[in-house]
């Protein structure tokens, strides 16, 4: 199924279109009456835990109007029908438990009425760190046949998430004691979101790893804003003993706004993307990177979401967690600090506030997971946003 975002727009053109199906459904569908789904699907909505929501995005019609009545079944929650949507769009969307939605058993169409909304309801919502919710829905054979093939509909729940972040006030985090100093990865994904209220000097840190003592500079990532050679709200990453200066033209970072930055070494190239979209590609070494920490720029302000991987996201995987939080427990997930103020239990999944460090959550790492905290910075604070919390994607 393509994924159909939509709008006005393409409900107003579904509307005129409609009697262009009225027109010949027997040669069209080999039969008088048919009814089918408007939305193909998938309908993507950001949710908020807690909330109740209403969903009437999903639209049932009729290739013909018709003064008489029929009831089409509806189906919901069949995991064979959200297998095969994972299967073919390589996702790993979640079933919606029952308990968290309601939705009429069948759809009744009153006489001359073609087209109706299928009423969602969800309350009570609750998400898991695995990963985001689905519904699919179905029509079945009632005193009318779905048409092949636009019988399927598919309600993706993505979570917004309401949070403090981490706002750091010129002194940063960093730790050289996380891994053994003969410490290597093939590949990594280093991923950060930042804002800061201005860009008005040069070398202005971002993050990344601390090496060995007397390693190769071949091992050093560093990022940052700004240089002698580039404008101050200009991207850079140094690594690999060469450096990489984003272009002006794909991306130049304005004040008060949050960037999600991802720098991915694949073994051989190094990508950078921001918000999702790839910015800068290079070829500047190859072979594995040593590694015996990590470090958080103190001039970034506000940080969240900062996370570091032993593998190459792909691009797709990359732009799909702009905005949202990851599976603690996924492989390769070496750091993950949401920078919340809240801590993980490593064992059994729960969440505290606890604000006196800037907590790992990730569990993949098999050594010592206390080395992986980071120490509170100087000065820093997990701020509310005045009560108000940050809130992504923005509302």
Same mark, same amino acid.
Request: hydrophobic share 35%; with cysteine.
């Given at each position: 199924?393509? %994924?159909?975002v939509?709008?006005?727009?393409?409900?107003?053109?579904?509307?005129?279109?409609?009697?262009?199906?009225? #027109?010949?459904?027997?040669k069209?569908?080999?039969?008088?009456q048919?009814? +089918?789904?408007?939305?193909?699907? @998938?309908i993507?909505?950001f949710?908020?835990?807690?909330?109740?929501?209403?969903?009437?995005?999903?639209?049932?019609g009729?290739?013909?109007?018709?003064?008489?009545? +029929?009831?089409? @079944?509806?189906?919901?929650?069949?995991q064979?029908?959200?297998?095969?949507y994972?299967?073919?769009?390589?996702t790993s969307?979640?079933?919606?438990?029952?308990?968290? *939605?309601?939705?009429?058993a069948?759809m009744?169409?009153?006489?001359?009425?073609?087209?109706q909304?299928?009423?969602?309801?969800l309350?009570?919502? %609750?998400f898991?760190?695995k990963?985001?919710?689905a519904?699919?829905?179905?029509?079945?054979k009632?005193?009318?046949?779905p048409? @092949?093939?636009?019988e399927?509909?598919l309600?993706?729940?993505?979570?917004?998430?309401?949070?403090?972040? /981490?706002?750091m006030?010129?002194?940063?985090?960093?730790?050289d004691?996380?891994?053994p100093?003969?410490?290597?990865?093939?590949q990594?994904?280093?991923?950060?979101?930042?804002?800061?209220s201005?860009?008005?000097?040069?070398?202005?840190s971002?993050?990344?790893?601390?090496?060995?003592?007397?390693?190769?500079? /071949?091992?050093?990532?560093?990022?940052?804003?700004?240089?002698?050679?580039?404008d101050?709200?200009?991207l850079?990453?140094?690594?690999?003993?060469?450096?990489?200066?984003?272009?002006k033209?794909?991306?130049?970072?304005?004040?008060?706004?949050w960037?999600m930055?991802?720098?991915?070494?694949?073994?051989?190239?190094?990508?950078? *993307?921001?918000?999702?979209?790839?910015?800068a590609?290079?070829?500047?070494?190859?072979?594995e *990177?040593?590694?015996?920490g990590?470090?958080?720029?103190?001039?970034?302000? +506000?940080?969240r979401?900062?996370?570091?991987?032993?593998?190459?996201?792909?691009?797709?995987?990359?732009?799909? *967690? #702009?905005w949202?939080?990851v599976?603690?427990?996924e492989?390769?997930?070496?750091?993950? +600090?949401?920078?919340?103020?809240q801590?993980?239990?490593?064992?059994t999944?729960a969440?505290?506030?606890?604000?006196? %460090?800037v907590?790992?959550?990730?569990?993949?790492?098999n050594?010592d997971?206390?080395?992986?905290d980071?120490p509170?910075?100087t000065?820093?604070?997990f701020?509310?946003?005045?009560?108000?919390?940050f809130?992504f994607?923005?509302e």
């Open positions: 199924m393509k %994924k159909i939509m709008t006005l727009f393409g409900t107003l053109l579904l509307a005129g279109c409609q009697n262009e199906l009225y #027109t010949d459904p027997q069209d569908y080999g039969s008088d048919g009814a +089918y789904i408007a939305a193909k699907g @998938p993507q909505i949710v908020e835990e807690g909330k109740e929501y209403f969903i009437k995005d999903v639209k049932v009729l290739t013909v109007k018709e003064d008489k009545s +029929y009831d089409i @079944p509806l189906i919901a929650g069949d064979a029908q959200l297998d095969e994972n299967r073919k769009n390589n969307y979640l079933m919606l438990p029952p308990e968290m *939605y309601e939705m009429p069948a009744t169409f009153k006489p001359n009425l073609a087209m909304s299928i009423p969602v309801s309350k009570d919502l %609750k898991s760190m990963g985001d919710y519904l699919p829905i179905r029509l079945s009632g005193s009318i046949a048409i @092949p093939g636009e399927e509909a309600i993706i729940l993505e979570k917004r998430t309401r949070t403090k972040a /981490l706002l006030n010129n002194y940063g985090s960093e730790s004691q996380m891994f100093q003969d410490f290597k990865v093939k990594w994904t280093m991923e950060v979101m930042v804002r800061r201005a860009y008005n000097a040069p070398n202005r971002i993050g990344g790893t601390k090496n060995a003592p007397n390693s190769s500079p /071949l091992d050093e990532i560093f990022t940052r804003f700004g240089d002698v050679t580039i101050n709200n200009q850079q990453i140094k690594t690999g003993g060469a450096q990489i200066d984003i272009p033209n794909k991306f130049a970072a304005q004040p008060n706004e960037y930055l991802a720098f991915v070494y694949d073994g051989k190239a190094t990508l950078v *993307y921001m918000n999702g979209d790839l910015v590609e290079s070829e500047i070494r190859d072979g *990177y040593g590694l015996t990590f470090w958080i720029g103190g001039s970034n302000e +506000y940080v979401e900062v996370r570091f991987w032993d593998i190459a996201r792909t691009a797709q995987q990359i732009k799909a *967690y #702009t949202k939080m599976n603690p427990d492989k390769g997930l070496l750091l993950y +600090y949401p920078c919340n103020g801590k993980r239990d490593h064992e999944g969440i505290t506030n606890d604000e006196n %460090k907590w790992n959550w990730a569990t993949y790492y050594g997971k206390s080395k992986l980071l509170f910075p000065s820093g604070k701020d509310d946003n005045d009560g108000k919390m809130v994607p923005a």
